[in-house]
């Protein structure tokens, strides 16, 4: 059949027009892989304290391969659990104040499980609107009813559970990722328990920045291991690895070990990857100070930005978002630092749920002084005209 007749080569001739849709909006995506050996200042990785290199972490990685080899082998019910997912599991579910845990392949397949399985047809589910993908598309696949409510106000989620007489749960980020703000998670709390609902939190970028010790921000909101509290974690941003873990009740974990779909159907997380986050939670216990000092570069970095007069949102944990005028501004922004010998991350829609684009600044616990200054300078230094 020819090409040209109608045939299977014009099946997908939308996908050319999509394409040419985001080439005028200036949306167009593409990968960049990095070297082995980063040449730039890295402020765009998750790598909140900077543990991804550290030759602690990566060791118990290779310990880990070298022992159990490169791969799990199969689903966690099956091969895929080794002694190191149930020490990493008890590891979890301590240092966050939590009765138990469950890791799977990554922080996105936790959300999908948590959502899922503790919703479901008759269940009223109140997602604040800044949440990350994840959570949205395990409401989605949840089947369950979905109000999605003003970004961080509790009074919406009392006013969507108000009437309803079934199930219900709350769904929030702890630490929203496009600017770093933290979510009112005792005010939800209380909405949650008044309306006899769940509250679930993904602590993504909570777990290591914010709590006693970097436990998270339901550990600072005094709300771990409560009976009505489940929370979600990546082991992908301050422990420097990968896969991601539901924390909660152990009622709850083990309800999710026989339906969550994502935990049943998926391969089990690799033993590096498993070995690198049980020693990056150890290095936290025994050195704490790391989350503050997270803090202190975040808080530091913004008062230069702000200071310079740029557009950069007061950080509640690790991450530092400075407004750009358009995607296209934040484009040529992103690659003008680059060129500098900087390295951020350039978020815009749909990225972004309120259509701003921005750069967003990883504010790195191992980053130093100087560093911070300089990262401060070549952002201040290339920003665009605020009427681009």
């Known amino acids: 059949m020819s090409e040209h007749s109608g045939g299977p080569s014009s099946c997908f001739s939308w996908i050319d027009e999509a394409r040419a849709t985001r080439a005028r909006a200036g949306l167009v995506r593409a990968l960049r892989p990095r070297p082995a050996a980063a040449p730039l200042l890295d402020l765009a990785s998750n790598d909140y304290l900077g543990l991804a290199r550290h030759p602690l972490i990566t060791e118990a990685a290779a310990r880990a391969a070298r022992r ?31 009765e138990a845990a469950l890791v799977l392949s990554s922080g996105y397949a936790a959300n ?22 994840s959570l949205i598309d395990g409401c989605r696949l949840s089947r369950a009813g979905t109000v999605v409510v003003p970004h961080a106000e509790p009074e919406a989620v009392h006013k969507a559970f108000d009437g309803h007489r079934g199930r219900a749960v ?28 769940a509250l679930l939190v ?20 005094g709300l771990a ?25 152990a009622r709850v974990i083990e309800h999710l070990v026989n339906t969550a779909r994502t935990f049943i159907f998926d391969t089990g997380l690799a033993p590096a990857a498993t ?33 310079a007069g740029l557009e950069a949102v007061a950080p509640d944990a690790s991450v530092v978002s400075v407004r750009a005028p358009s995607p296209a501004a934040a484009v040529r922004w992103a690659a003008d630092c680059r060129a500098a010998g900087l390295h951020v991350g350039c ?7 309120d259509g701003i684009s921005r750069l967003r600044l990883t504010a790195r616990g191992d980053l130093s002084d100087a560093q911070i ?13 605020a009427a681009e």
Do not use: M
């Open 68 to 98: 159990w080899g490169a791969g799990s082998t199969g689903s966690r019910l099956v091969t895929g659990s080794t002694r190191l997912h149930a020490e990493l599991e008890a590891e979890l579910a301590d240092f966050c104040g939590f």
């Open 112 to 133: 999908l499980a948590a959502v899922t399985a503790l919703t479901g047809e008759g269940t009223l589910i109140a997602s604040d609107a800044y949440n990350h993908a």
């Open 170 to 197: 709350a769904v929030t980020d702890s630490v929203f990722s496009v600017d770093g703000d933290a979510a009112p998670l005792t005010a939800l709390s209380a909405v949650c328990r008044e309306a006899g609902a």
């Open 202 to 221: 993904d602590d993504a970028h909570g777990l290591g920045v914010l709590g006693e010790g970097g436990r998270g921000a339901p550990h600072a909101a």
């Open 225 to 249: 291991g409560a009976a009505d509290t489940v929370a979600t974690v990546t082991l992908s941003k301050s422990l420097g690895s990968q896969g991601g873990a539901v924390l909660g009740p």
């Open 275 to 307: 070995g690198a986050a049980l020693a990056a939670l150890g290095l936290l216990r025994r050195e704490p100070e790391r989350a503050a000092r997270a803090r202190a570069v975040a808080a530091r970095l913004h008062g230069l930005l702000a200071g």
């Open 347 to 353: 978020f815009r829609p749909p990225s972004v749920p």
């Open 373 to 385: 200054e300089t990262a401060a300078g070549t952002v201040t230094r290339t920003a665009p005209a």
